[in-house]
């Protein structure tokens, strides 16, 4: 029987852990710390940055070609291999976090600010940015949330901010670099205001001009450097920003600030978390309570999150999203009891074939969507007849490896599902031929795959 | 609707037959055989944005060189006196001499000014202009043709790969797959699953294409337990990018596709990404180039003959900038360029009205001027192909497209 309690654990969260569903609302432990950063430890930013700056010193000092290109091989293997550690640290909080609608948040917004390393020795910064950008800042104000992604490094290399130049700018005219509208164009595209927010051309030009000086260094990491930014004042929505004699971050800041609270800017987002957790066409009154309260607290991610998990529109029984590949397996390792500590002790082969190359299958390739617009939410996107065949063979072939013994398919129908079982799912799984194919059917079953 | 419940009906028929191909009437050779029309179309969807004016340069104009100081220093293979194409893909040399490859400059979709990508590639598989009806905007125009083909089936028109592909999905039925899925299901979990999902519309029809393309294309007999194991010993696929993996993608991708189209299928959609070439083009487009080169050698090999009667285009949501930008790349425009290939196509030309490149030349002072439509392409390409109707593909294929003159591509 379907409860308030055990939908709310599943639309808003990974569902039931071995079939325990957590004794709270969805929201009620947001306010409250983030304990899977300490449980489950990570590289910071800096120490990402470090790495990269020892590589970077390290092929500098090569003496000859030969050596540098085995320096460049260690490294690539290096990076690929803390990737991996970090696959296991992020599957290993969600799996193991009873705040699962915090876990569900994280993966929103670090796909809202979606950052794609580019080449393997920035592999290891996406958990970072993760860790260091998205998860201190859920539940604060959006316009915190927002500075500290456009200005992290991993987002200012990934849309190439770091490299942009004002034209005009005293270094721009020494060495006659100039712009790139990358950061600037997904800023407020993206980010912030949307695509029918109201901006043109000239907004994404004038915002790209005002951008330049974000820079990165890697042993400083995000810097501002004047000399390559451009002199003078830029008008992005009517407004002005800079124009003192010397370029400062704090009008970029102030463009930023300002784009958190604008109307379009509550509209697009609060469209965007009742797409992502509710439906693909959501209620108009859902979106509309989100945007009024985005703009009555200027941003507060937690009055916004939490009315978004309280508003009746978007608990209504109907399962109208279908859960991604991430939320997949994450929801079935739950429900199989499989931990943190089983997931971070798999080596590289185990965790690529329980986890990775199966979410590459099922159309998420783990930290590598197509572009800055993340993964799509259309449910068409994701039950696909080679997605779902995927989902099917790995709900039969993996829980036996993941367990030393099976458990009992009728059983698993609420270990996977608790108050969301219903009765002719638990009939067709007793008919099942093998104990595999049994837990195989219900974590193929629309009620699994759907939230 | 009336076809749908066809289909399950026949689901249901067929699995309780049990799980051999032969079980399945409809997966017979006899009945593929009467295939709507002979010819092939190969869609692909470069996403990201190509730069057209690297990829074929106007060579021969002279503004062209100071545009872009840092960018087609790379000299690549002279196409005529006037364009030049990419060295990236001067593997497709012989393809231009044998009149088997063709290019269309300076066209684009309607999608004007926001040069958003999403919106313009959503654009560009919709096939609709910035005033269509709501009702287009939601299907891609693929789809819309399969409509118009007498006797089109499922297995008539095929997505391939992992992405989803507007272009093609919408009423009319059409199948997707990527080469290496596997679903490894006993009888009795077949009759469970159709039961699972008899009444969730979406799983039951994507779980009905799994298992007819699961048995159409490999042995219907499920592994055994020691084949099964064995087979996870087997190396496994890298997680990250690299080129290695990338290729072989590409390759898997054209060798199915060519097997499909050597077969029943007539229309294959399939997408290539990584085209956004902000920065640091000359190397950065180097990748995206070989792994278009590899799909259109891989389907001309693995097509055979059936490349003669094969066209190929290659369509991308907008151009890019005229000038490089400040970071030695480009970025996001509006005239762009469309790439034909194949035995039905008439090759070895550069068509399209060539707006010139001068300031006064340029759309919004920065974007190649659009002197085309996409669609207007793609609808002759069609057109000359299957011989569908114009005022079809004027109204229901494209609604309000202006298809103009035959530019004689096929």
């Known amino acids: 029987m379907t409860t308030p309690k055990g939908l709310a654990a599943h639309r808003f969260g990974y569902g039931p852990r071995a079939g325990r569903l957590p004794d709270h609302a969805p929201a009620a432990l947001l306010g409250k710390r983030d304990r899977m950063l300490k449980v489950w430890p990570g590289q910071s930013t800096e120490q990402v940055l470090m790495k990269m700056a020892k590589d970077r010193q390290a092929d500098r000092d090569a003496a000859n070609p030969e050596i540098r290109r085995k320096i460049k091989r260690v490294s690539f293997m290096e990076g690929k291999r803390q990737a991996l550690v970090n696959a296991r640290l992020e599957l290993a909080r969600a799996v193991d976090s009873d705040d699962s609608y915090r876990e569900r948040l994280v993966r929103f917004w670090a796909d809202h600010f979606t950052v794609i390393a580019r080449g393997a020795s920035q592999l290891p910064m996406t958990t970072a940015f993760a860790d260091d950008v998205i998860r201190p800042n859920i539940t604060g104000r959006f316009a915190t949330l927002l500075r500290a992604a456009i200005t992290h490094p991993a987002m200012l290399t990934y849309l190439n901010q770091s490299s942009s130049v004002g034209p005009d700018s005293v270094f721009g005219q020494r060495v006659g670099r100039g712009l790139n509208e990358n950061l600037a164009r997904e800023l407020l595209e993206l980010h912030t205001l949307g695509v029918d927010g109201g901006y043109t051309q000239t907004d994404v030009r004038q915002a790209a001009l005002l951008l330049t000086g974000l820079s990165v260094n890697v042993e400083k990491g995000t810097v501002y450097l004047d000399k390559r930014a451009e002199p003078g004042a830029e008008t992005v929505l009517g407004k002005s920003y800079g124009g003192a004699r010397k370029a400062r971050i704090e009008d970029i800041y102030q463009l930023l600030d300002d784009l958190a609270v604008h109307p379009a800017t509550a509209r697009h987002i609060s469209w965007k978390l009742a797409v992502h957790f509710v439906s693909d066409t959501p209620d108009r009154a859902l979106i509309e309570d989100l945007a009024a309260i985005w703009l009555k607290t200027g941003g507060d991610l937690l009055a916004v999150s939490t009315a978004l998990s309280e508003h009746p529109a978007a608990n209504r029984p109907a399962l109208e999203k279908a859960r991604q590949p991430f939320d997949f397996i994450v929801a079935a390792l739950r429900a199989l009891d499989v931990g943190g500590q089983q997931i971070t002790g798999w080596n590289d082969a185990t965790l690529r074939r329980i986890a990775l190359n199966p979410m590459a299958a099922m159309g998420q390739t783990w930290q590598e969507p197509n572009g800055p617009d993340g993964w799509e939410e259309d449910f068409s996107r994701w039950i696909t007849p080679q997605a779902l065949a995927t989902r099917i063979d790995w709900g039969i072939q993996m829980p036996r490896r993941l367990r030393k013994t099976l458990p009992d398919a009728r059983n698993f129908v609420d270990m996977a599902l608790a108050d969301m079982a219903d009765d002719d799912l638990l009939r067709l799984v007793a008919r099942s031929e093998t104990g595999a194919e049994g837990v195989g059917l219900v974590l193929a079953s629309p009620r699994f795959n759907r939230r | ?410």
């Open chain 2, 1 to 410: 609707m009336t076809q749908h419940l066809d289909r399950r009906g026949f689901l249901r028929g067929g699995l309780a037959l049990g799980c051999s191909a032969a079980a399945f009437p409809l997966m017979t050779h006899a009945t593929f055989a009467s295939a709507p029309f002979d010819h092939r179309l190969v869609v692909v969807i470069l996403r990201g944005a190509l730069d057209g004016l690297d990829v074929i340069r106007p060579a021969g104009d002279r503004a062209f060189r100071s545009l872009r100081p840092d960018l087609g220093q790379d000299e690549g293979p002279a196409l005529d006196d006037y364009w030049q194409l990419h060295p990236g893909l001067a593997g497709l040399m012989p393809l231009w001499k044998a009149g088997e490859l063709g290019f269309v400059q300076a066209v684009s979709t309607p999608y004007r000014d926001q040069r958003s990508h999403f919106d313009g590639q959503d654009m560009l598989e919709a096939g609709t202009a910035m005033d269509s009806p709501p009702e287009f905007r939601r299907e891609g125009w693929l789809n819309r043709l399969l409509a118009d083909i007498p006797g089109a089936r499922a297995e008539t028109a095929f997505a391939v790969g992992r992405e989803a592909l507007p272009i093609l999905s919408g009423k009319s039925p059409m199948q997707s797959w990527a080469p290496d899925t596997e679903m490894r299901v006993s009888p009795q979990g077949r009759r469970l699953l159709a039961q699972l999902y008899e009444s969730d519309l979406p799983f039951h029809a994507a779980a009905e294409t799994a298992l007819e393309l699961t048995d159409m294309l490999t042995d219907a007999d499920p592994p055994t337990p020691a084949e099964d194991d064995e087979a996870m010993m087997a190396p496994q696929k890298v997680m990250m990018p690299d080129a290695g993996r990338a290729n072989a993608e590409v390759a898997a991708f054209a060798e199915f596709a060519a097997a499909r189209l050597r077969e029943d299928t007539r229309i294959v959609a399939l997408s290539l990404a990584g085209w956004d070439t902000h920065a640091g083009q000359e190397q950065g487009i180097r990748r995206p180039l070989a792994r278009l080169e590899q799909l259109m050698l891989g389907l001309q090999a693995g097509l055979g003959p059936v490349w003669q009667k094969t066209a190929f285009i290659a369509m991308t949501e907008f151009g890019r900038t005229v000038r490089q930008n400040g970071t030695k790349g480009t970025d996001h425009g509006t005239g762009g360029a469309m790439i034909t290939a194949g035995g039905a196509i008439r090759g070895g030309k550069v068509l399209g009205r060539w707006p010139g490149l001068a300031d006064s030349d340029l759309y919004a002072g920065r974007d190649l001027m659009p002197t085309g439509d996409v669609r207007a392409v793609a609808a002759w390409v069609i057109h000359g192909l299957m011989g569908t109707d114009k005022g079809r593909l004027q109204t229901s294929v494209f609604p309000g497209l202006d298809m103009g003159a035959n530019p004689g591509i096929v």
